[in-house]
């Protein structure tokens, strides 16, 4: 079992940054790649960005060039950059982990509220 702890959620106002973080309870080694998703009320969950075992990153169009999405290893942590924040970004933002057994394991979400 792969526990994922998130944080770093909050209030931001339009214009803004933050920077999620997600710590997963096992070596990098067992995992193959690291996503963010997000959902706002009434939505479905959307993938926001992805990073593979070997670094490639991949990006939902609704967040290319505001997001980044980085991993540091030794920590077993993604991170998630966010800049230039919208209000449409207002969500629950998720990460997701895929592990080298083939299996995925989400955290419990951290909010992001962005308010004018």
């Known amino acids: 079992q792969v526990q994922l702890v998130e944080s770093g959620g909050g209030l931001v106002q339009p214009g803004g940054s933050l920077r999620l973080s997600c710590a997963a309870s096992?070596?990098?080694?067992?995992?193959?790649?690291m996503r963010w998703y997000r959902q706002a009320p009434g939505n479905q969950r959307e993938f926001l960005a992805s990073i593979a075992s070997g670094g490639t990153t991949n990006y939902a169009d609704s967040v290319k060039g505001r997001f980044t999405i980085s991993r540091d290893n030794a920590k077993s942590t993604v991170y998630l950059q966010m800049s230039s924040l919208k209000p449409e970004d207002t969500a629950v933002y998720y990460c997701?982990?895929?592990?080298?057994?083939?299996?995925?394991?989400w955290g419990q979400g951290t909010p992001v509220t962005v308010f004018s």
């Open positions: 096992v070596s990098i080694f067992n995992i193959n790649a």
């Open positions: 997701n982990v895929f592990t080298t057994s083939g299996r995925d394991y």
